[in-house]
């Protein structure tokens, strides 16, 4: 049975032009953790027939490489429900939603995706929905767009419509999108889903790994891209390293000889640790093990 690796795993989502073969066929050595075969703007509506029957082959290819298939399909009131009915032929983990600005378009998707389910012979039920937050509307919506589907692990938010939405310039240093990408992570926690961070749109490493280590500061997991050499910097900023790990280490380490002393407090490296501090090193220690634990039972190892 394929073991699929779960959103909260899932560091890099790397859209994909739909209708390209040979970036589609490059993707998967990217290194990215979720593929997504994008069938909206990436993909000219001339081209969009060429793309869905690239896509149940595409999809069993990618899985064979160990990633998270994905699509982003077009809004269903436009193409969306042809682009559905040749892409759930080859049962992707995921189906991403554009521009979702209320609540009721994902329950649309929903059950757009149990049709396509039943009559395709997939296990109900199986198939995640990613809605996509691309305008003001649908962020000031984001705890209710995140809780309308059982089915919805993560949702994503947009750059660059959101940026045209706003009336705002684009930068590289993200300013304009800041407050965007702080609130649609605190509306995301408290839904329960994984918020997918925007893509950093230049094609610079320095200024994708700067951007990821802000969102990362912000308590992202998970950021989306559109340049296929940004994974390896995404996941590595994504993933708690070996100097962080040992860190976490010696404040749970320090904190716990502290309490049991009777204190409240332990002084770490110039930091006044706290219960909270401590939990969170706490957290990074454990979600260490469950990636590596993830690793292990993927790779067969015990």
């Known amino acids: 049975m394929r073991l699929i690796r779960p959103a909260q795993f899932c560091r890099s989502w790397l859209f994909v032009e739909g209708a390209n073969e040979e970036a589609l066929q490059r993707a998967a050595a990217s ?21 869905r029957a690239l896509a149940p082959e595409l999809y ?18 436009q193409d969306g429900m042809e682009d559905l009915a040749a892409v759930m032929r080859g049962r992707p983990d995921i189906v991403a939603l554009p521009k979702v600005a209320e609540p009721h378009h994902v329950l649309q998707l929903d059950e757009a995706v149990t049709l396509f389910e039943r009559d395709y012979g997939i296990q109900q039920g199986s198939t995640a929905l990613l809605p996509n937050i691309e305008f003001a509307r649908g962020l000031v919506q984001t705890d209710a767009i995140a809780k309308a589907s059982p089915r919805t692990r993560a949702c994503l938010l947009a750059s660059e419509d959101l940026a045209a939405d706003l009336g705002a310039e684009r930068g590289r240093d993200g300013v304009e999108l800041a407050y965007c990408r702080q609130r649609f992570i605190v509306e995301c926690v408290a839904a329960g889903v994984v918020a997918v961070d925007c893509p950093y749109t230049w094609s610079d490493g320095e200024g994708v790994e700067r951007d990821a280590r802000w969102a990362r500061r912000l308590g992202y997991v998970a950021k989306s891209l559109v ?21 976490a280490r010696d404040i749970v380490a320090a904190f716990e000889a502290a309490r049991a002393a009777g204190e409240a407090r332990v002084e770490v490296n110039g930091s006044l640790i706290e219960l909270p501090s401590y939990a969170t090193a706490k957290r990074l220690l454990a979600r260490r093990e469950a990636m590596q634990q993830f690793e292990r039972l993927r790779s067969g190892d015990p």
């Open 227 to 247: 340049e296929p050499a940004h994974a390896a910097i995404i996941n590595a900023v994504l993933a708690p390293g070996d100097g962080e790990i040992r860190q």
């Open 31 to 51: 290194g990215a953790d979720v593929l997504i075969q994008e069938l909206e703007d990436f993909t000219p509506p001339a081209l969009r027939p060429v793309a």
């Open 60 to 77: 069993r290819s990618w899985r064979a490489a160990g990633v998270v298939v994905a699509v982003r399909i077009n809004p269903l009131e």
